[in-house]
């Protein structure tokens, strides 16, 4: 006899886990769709770390954990930027709470599964391609204010100037080439894109 497994149900609630709560949104983000995102982000920043430098990250692995980034906000919401870093006491105890939820969601997959799927849900933090997806974490959330900003939204005016030096610090030349080659197209309308 099975038991009910509910992982799957647990990540088809990312749909409803709003991102940017404490900002006035033109268009609402929520985490499922912030991820696909990511994933996007994540293979990008890979192909051209390997492609264009010479790298040699597992691309396999950083989608994956791009995918996952936000499995624990299915339990404990997503907690606004400032607040999350408002103290490393703060911030200390809410990774606890975040890895008790990922352990406690991935406690829903059957045990044949568990073990394929985990290392995912809890990223190596030590590992280029979990520095890559953070990256790309931080670009979609970038790529967020452009579209708010271009809405005319200025209450994004100032996350896109932080977001974007945080970009500079983090000195990844994928990154950096991801800037100079496909960042420019996100100011274009549909026709724009299409008459080039």
Known sequence: MWTMDKFYAYMDRM????RWQLMRSVREENIMEHSH???????????????VFGGSVDVNKAVFYALYHEVSEVMTGDLPTPVKYFNNSIHGEYEKLETLAVQKIAGT???????EIYPYLEADKTSREYRLTKAA????????????LRSGNNEFVRAKKEIEESLVD???PAVDYFFERFIPAFDLTLDELEGL
């Open 15 to 18: 749909k409803f886990i709003k």
């Open 37 to 51: 995102s990511v994933a996007i982000l994540t293979h990008a920043l890979c192909v051209i770390e390997n492609k």
């Open 109 to 115: 997959l059957p045990e044949e599964m568990r073990e």
């Open 137 to 148: 974490d931080r670009l979609s959330a970038y790529i967020k204010c452009l579209e708010e």
């Open 170 to 172: 983090l000195h990844i």
